[in-house]
């Protein structure tokens, strides 16, 4: 049963920091894959930081952060201009 927590958490985590880091999803299984890398982050950060969370709601918040900040190191990598329509 946690494990479909662990997808929901992770697709919605990922829906939402794409939302904020460039304005648009990147489709369902890129972002569970940024939510749940970004859950996984996300707890290390806090835990560096001594922040502690707990439900679904400190998971969800947790995972969004997590998600905010590896979208934001991946677009230090990404140096390509994009020209847009």
Do not use: C, P, Q
């Not at 930081?49 to 707990?54: F, H, M, S």
């Not at 952060?65 to 934001?72: I, N, S, T």
Request: charged share 5%.
């Amino acid at each position: 049963m946690y494990f479909l927590w662990y997808i929901i958490i992770g697709i919605l985590a990922g829906f939402v920091a794409s939302k904020f880091m460039r304005g648009g999803g990147f489709g369902l299984f890129t972002n569970l894959l940024v939510g749940v890398v970004g859950g996984v982050l996300g707890g290390w950060v806090f835990g560096l930081l001594g922040i502690t969370t707990t439900g679904l709601l400190g998971s969800l918040i947790t995972s969004i952060v997590g998600a905010v900040v590896l979208l934001w190191i991946v677009s230090l990598f990404n140096n390509k201009k994009r020209i847009e329509l």
